[in-house]
């Protein structure tokens, strides 16, 4: 069982690491190894770690696949969409110093590429943008965009500054799309690329459909200058967002399992 344990913790290291630390290219379809084959392979495994329970590695297996195997968001061609959310990724300290407490970051490149990819967007389809402040900026100063909508971080009575987590722009943006005349419509997802996936869903799980525009390329590429530490290199990042995936995870299935408390 060791020796198992061993081969499968090396291997499971070498996909999540060696693509995120050398920067290489998703393998083609065709040249990655079948999901029914991973599948079979993590039940295997996660079986002899229980101690023979293949029941519950069985309920585990597809979690753990879909987590930490699967970072593609489901897609949808433009035509679908009634509206563009933009969600935006890192940032930079303040230029000019100061308390950051109390002085907002700088947007960054990361985020102004995700602007770019949002023009892309909008000159195909003309539908209202919903953006992350850091990405809004960008709309108004580069492209003079629009009917964009800022979803701006929360700055308190003594000039405290809370910036929104991924869950409190998309709950900002619903209570935007309520009041919309044709009621909440479809949502045209834009993320950084390994944050896409968990944009969708996030927008999902607050009542709006939500999907990625198909043939539309995000960023990717990480900077090491960004003032959030989990945002500077692909290996951490992908940490965080499956911590993060986990964690909206667990709310779920323990609502499912016990909806009565």
């Known amino acids: 069982m060791t020796m198992q344990r061993r081969d499968f913790a090396a291997a499971l290291t070498a996909a999540l690491a060696a693509p995120a630390v ?54 949808a061609p433009l035509k679908k969409f009634d509206f563009v959310v933009a969600y935006g990724f890192g940032n930079r300290p303040p230029a000019g110093g100061g308390d950051p407490a109390k002085v907002l970051f700088e947007p960054g490149p990361v985020n102004e590429a ?13 539908v209202p943008v919903y953006a992350q402040w850091e990405i809004a900026r960008f709309l108004d100063s580069k492209y003079g965009m629009r009917d964009v909508t800022s979803i701006e971080p929360v700055i308190a009575a003594d000039g ?28 045209c997802v834009i993320g950084f690329r390994d944050h896409h996936k968990r944009c969708v869903q996030t927008t ?49 299935l323990i609502a499912q399992a016990y909806p009565n408390g």
């Open 114 to 126: 995700l602007a770019d990819t949002v023009a892309r967007v909008r000159s195909r389809i003309d």
């Open 160 to 187: 405290t500054i809370t910036y929104l987590s991924t869950d409190g722009v998309a709950a900002q943006i619903l209570e935007h799309r309520k009041k919309a005349p044709g009621g909440v419509g479809t949502a």
């Open 22 to 75: 050398l920067g290489a290219a998703p393998a083609q379809a065709d040249e990655r190894r079948g999901e029914g084959d991973l599948s079979r392979d993590m039940l295997g495994a996660l079986t002899a770690e229980l101690g023979g329970d293949r029941h519950t590695a069985k309920a585990l297996v597809p979690l753990l696949q879909d987590v930490g195997f699967d970072w593609h968001p489901e897609t």
């Open 204 to 252: 999902r799980d607050r009542a709006m459909p939500a999907y990625a525009p198909a043939g539309i390329t995000v960023p990717g590429t990480y900077d090491p200058e960004s003032g959030q530490a989990w945002t500077r290199r692909r290996d951490l990042y992908l940490v965080h967002d499956m911590v993060a995936q986990l964690t909206v995870l667990r709310t779920k």
